[in-house]
């Protein structure tokens, strides 16, 4: 995400001054600002890009990301701001545009919430400062239920923090419904454990912050997400600080770890992890599902099956986060093998499909790699990517649905090393596609096809 910070004048009227609503502008002393941020809330929208009168001060906005305080000077007309999806086969507005009339020192929010099909503006506002010495929250409750309404009413308690599984309810709750919002609240300074149930309901949370350090001073803007990052949270909370935003994930978040042979003269492999065999008698070129395990640090080797304590990889010791997913390869011809570590990105967006294309063939080296209609002759056609290293990868591009055909050819050159492959996804998928060296006594070099979804209780 790309935040404008010099000044910048809009339509000859406006500037964006300093993250703060006081009134540094010494040309207009008595000018008076406000102070406006930008928070993705809508799950399954695609990354956006945010305009005030018709300018891009926000660009590549992705969801859970939120903005700094951008501070803009009061006028007597309204400001148009608008909310553009970054699609591909084009931006379209999802908010606005929309006239707003701001006040002096005040701090709005405007939250994009709800999922892209009913996608919504949620303007926050609050003003002041936090009492000297107290740390202040205000919430919103940006979660819709599973029905018609989008209801999901809910219970909050924020509770001093004393152990990990303490009894929930010291505290009186907060209850509030989807679009709701708890305060602005003061706090003491101190350590806390946030926790969402159901409404009435005790027995069942929803979301559990763990220990939440609060200092004097924070002033933070806390919005009930839903999760998409696996594990039994509905929701997952980000915070807006005034300089950008930060998550607090449920303490019960998994990471995800998939694993895969790709190095073409190498045996079967065993995958060690803390000093036990997780996966015996790996072939070239299987990979595994993306498989859901407590965020830790874990010890990992590769071994020959055939000969177990010789370690062509490792052992090394992996810090696997929650809410992050990997993809660990094992790449390269034997004498040289090593691990390619790969951070996946398994969120679904409704209006299109993500395709990453990761190069693991050692033979090919540099390489050109052509995503076309079926059909397409790739000599009328430029490449879609253009000089692909061998161990590099594309990153997801957005795709429309539909079929595509898959061709990699050495750099500069239009001689199919890989394909055609056909290809089918859909808008909401998020697809791996790994080119590889040939199988042993074949001489076609070939594409190994995943979906990246988290795979849970096995």
């Known amino acids: 995400m790309k935040f404008f ?14 993250c703060s609503s006081d009134n540094n502008n010494p040309r207009n002393p008595d000018a008076e600002f406000f102070s406006l941020q930008v928070l993705h809330a809508s799950p399954d929208a695609p990354p956006v890009n945010v305009f005030v009168d018709g300018v891009e001060v926000l660009s590549n906005v992705d969801y859970k990301e939120g903005s700094a305080q951008l501070g803009l000077q009061v006028r007597e007309a309204p400001y148009s701001i608008r909310v553009d999806g970054i699609l591909p086969g084009g931006d379209a507005a999802v908010i606005g545009p929309v006239d707003i009339n701001f006040a002096a020192d005040t701090v709005y929010t405007i939250a994009a919430i709800n999922g892209v099909a009913d996608i919504e503006p949620a303007i926050l506002t609050q003003s002041g400062d936090a009492s000297a010495g107290s740390a202040r929250i205000f919430v919103l409750h940006a979660t819709p239920g599973p029905g018609a309404d989008f209801s999901l009413p809910v219970d909050v308690y924020v509770d001093a923090y004393s152990e990990p599984n303490a009894a929930i309810g010291t505290s009186a709750p907060f209850s ?3 679009r709701g919002t708890i305060g602005p609240a003061e706090l003491a300074p101190g350590d806390y454990q946030i926790r969402v149930t159901l409404a009435g309901d005790l027995d069942t949370v929803v979301y559990d912050s763990g220990r939440v350090p609060l200092a004097a001073g924070d002033d933070l803007t806390l919005a009930a997400v839903p999760n998409v990052d696996g594990g039994p949270a509905a929701v997952s909370l980000v915070a807006l600080t005034g300089s950008g935003s930060a998550e607090f994930a449920d ?38 599902d993306i498989g859901a395990l407590p965020a830790a640090t874990y010890n990992v080797a590769v071994q020959a ?31 040289n093998i090593e691990p390619l570590i790969l951070s996946d990105d398994g969120r679904s967006v409704a209006t299109n499909a993500k395709v990453r294309i990761v190069h693991a063939s050692p033979t090919a080296q540099d390489v050109d790699i052509y995503v076309v209609a079926p059909g397409t002759d790739i000599n009328t056609v430029d490449p879609t990517l253009s000089a692909v290293p061998f161990k590099a990868n594309t990153g997801y591009l957005a795709l429309p649905e539909g079929d595509y055909e898959v061709t990699v050819t050495p750099t500069g050159t239009k001689t199919a090393a890989i394909g055609p492959a056909a290809i089918s996804i859909a808008n909401g998928g998020v697809y791996t596609a790994i080119a590889r060296d040939p199988l042993p006594g074949e001489t076609e070099f070939g594409l190994v096809v995943l979906t990246d979804e988290l795979v849970e209780g096995n």
């Open 5 to 18: 910070k010099p000044l910048i004048v809009l339509g000859g009227a406006v500037a964006l001054a300093a």
């Open 176 to 178: 509030f419904d989807f």
């Open 251 to 288: 303490v019960n978040v998994p990471t995800g770890l998939r694993i895969g042979h790709l190095s073409p003269d190498t045996p079967e492999v065993d995958v060690v992890v803390d000093g036990n065999i997780f996966l015996g008698n790996v072939p070239y070129p299987a990979v595994t």
């Open 305 to 335: 099956t055939i000969n177990p304590g010789t370690f062509p990889i490792g052992p090394v010791d992996l810090d696997l986060e929650a809410g992050t997913w990997y993809t660990v390869l094992a790449v390269d011809f034997l004498a």
